[in-house]
């Protein structure tokens, strides 16, 4: 019964594209139905930019079944682990995003992530929504590199240059770097596809159509 109360469940897709958010919603609501004092809810999956308040709801509806009125604090902490290096990317973070507008949560979270920031302060610390859609924009932006690496490799070879060389010539500049422009069969895994459909339906549902979003997502199912 720790302060501290982490959810980090799967968000797999709906058939709309949409994140499902049943398991991030029963461990709130799971949460509201046992906390006797003050917690703070930390949510580590993937999620769509307003879950944050769905959180909140979820717990204050199970305190208000059993008539209780403890102060809790929902806080946005999404992970940035690479497939097949978690646990180094877990040890050694590049970023520590948090989302918070409570500085009583904020201060609990340096707490509990001083062991892995010892030497360099890697948190950044904002409102939930900011970070909620961070992770979602992280993973689309690296999944943009893969499907434009993609489409400048089908039209080298249409022209006879060499990819590889282009992909030296542009990665030795460091406002590109090297990371994600590798073409291949394009990005697939668990993480990339659903975050770039999720973030595209999230466009849609605010009335925004996004075109890069949309491209992305064309390219790699033409690539595969």
């Known amino acids: 019964h720790g302060t501290l109360q982490f959810i980090a469940v799967g968000t797999p897709p709906d058939e709309d594209g949409s994140a499902d958010l049943q398991y991030v919603l029963a461990v709130a609501k799971s949460i509201g139905q046992h906390m006797e004092d003050y917690k703070v809810v930390v949510d580590k999956s993937t999620v769509p930019v307003g879950t944050g308040d769905k959180v909140k709801a979820a717990v204050r509806a199970q305190l208000d079944k059993r008539g209780l009125e403890l102060d809790f604090d929902v806080v946005s902490n999404p992970e940035f682990l690479k497939e097949g290096a978690a646990i180094n990317d ?44 961070t992770k979602y924009a992280a993973n689309a932006m690296l999944a943009t590199k893969i499907s434009f690496m993609n489409e400048v490799a089908n039209l080298a070879e249409r022209l006879g240059a060499d990819i590889e060389e282009v992909r030296r010539g542009i990665g030795s500049d460091p406002r590109i770097g090297y990371h994600f422009i590798y073409p291949g069969c394009g990005y697939g895994g668990s993480c990339f596809p659903k975050d770039v459909q999720a973030l595209a339906r999230t466009a849609r549902d605010c009335d925004y159509e996004s075109k890069l979003l949309n491209a992305v997502e064309a390219v790699n199912y033409a690539q595969k």
Request: net charge negative.
């Open 90 to 133: 877990f040890m050694k973070p590049d970023r520590i995003v948090v989302g918070t507008e409570s500085e009583k949560a904020a201060d609990l979270l340096r707490e509990v992530y001083y062991p892995f920031n010892r030497n360099h302060d890697r948190m950044i610390f904002m409102d939930i929504r900011s970070a909620e859609l």
